[in-house]
């Protein structure tokens, strides 16, 4: 099968757990695209939080995508050029802040490059600025303040917690909502019908590709969608179980150029 399409995911698939790509990774991805493979990231970040993974496997010199918000944006990385997006509706954020709290859990979403949470010390919120590098923006006032319509929000909050509330969630906003964890302490409410799967969907047709040209690799909750939809579903050997289980092969771990090997062994025919 000739394949067309690789798209991976970000956190525990194209970094590793130092949250680095690795040279041979840089490198395969590099030749792929050089030999006429488009590459895609599709993570749950924002996009400004994908920047400087994308600049790093050449997606800014190849003409490649990024896929953000869990599939709710698409960016061709080289032009800027947003040729997909979908928001939540609208009121939709302040009625989850609102839900935030009478639940107990912290609320993040995004705008203009910076996360805006309710708090600028939660641990879990922290964690994603860290990561994608951006700034935190705890408005004075939420209702008043916040006048974006959002991609999407994240509930954040102990495992165990929020593991009880994804059912309790998906209930509460059944028909107007996605509601799925994609890390165990981050509850993804995303508009409905949309994940990552949804996303690549996208892509493809804007590319004219088919599922069957595409592979899609990934590690979390958020990445099985994909996984399933692809022609080639892989997860990494350090993804959950019940992502192993459903992926057509699983690969080593992030931390052993997991990339590298599905690329030499399934994309590779030059």
């Not at 028909?175 to 799967?197: H, I, N």
């Not at 899609?216 to 958020?222: A, K, Q, S, T, Y």
Request: some cysteine.
């Amino acid at each position: 099968m000739a394949y067309e399409l690789l798209v991976l995911d970000v956190d525990g698939t194209l970094v590793n757990t130092k949250k680095e790509i690795t040279e041979r990774t840089k490198e395969a991805l590099w030749e792929c695209q050089d030999q006429g493979i488009k590459v895609a990231i599709a993570s749950g970040r924002c996009t400004e939080g994908i920047r400087h993974q994308a600049k790093a496997i050449g997606l800014d010199r190849f003409g490649g995508y990024v896929i953000s918000f869990n599939g709710g944006r698409i960016t061709n990385f080289a032009t800027g050029e947003v040729i997909y997006d979908i928001t939540l509706p609208d009121g939709m954020i302040h009625e989850l802040y609102d839900y935030s709290k009478k639940e107990h859990t912290g609320i993040l979403t995004y705008d203009a490059g910076k996360i805006v949470a309710h708090s600028d010390t939660d641990p879990y919120i922290t964690i994603d600025a860290k990561g994608c590098d951006i700034p935190i923006w705890v408005p004075e006032d939420f209702h008043r303040d916040v006048k974006f319509a959002g991609n999407k929000c994240i509930l954040t909050g102990d495992p165990a917690h929020l593991e009880k509330l994804e059912k309790k969630a998906a209930k509460d906003f059944e028909g107007r909502l996605s509601v799925y964890r994609s890390e165990g302490f981050y509850l993804e409410m995303m508009p409905l019908g949309v994940d990552k799967a949804y996303g690549v969907a996208k892509l493809l047709e804007r590319l004219g590709y088919r599922r069957s040209q595409m592979v899609c690799c990934g590690d979390g909750f958020n990445d099985l969608p994909m996984i399933e939809y692809a022609g080639f579903g892989v997860a990494m050997a350090n993804a959950p179980e019940q992502l192993k289980e459903k992926a057509d092969y699983v690969a080593p771990s992030c931390d052993e150029d997991g990339l590298v090997d599905v690329i030499t062994r399934f994309i590779k025919d030059w």
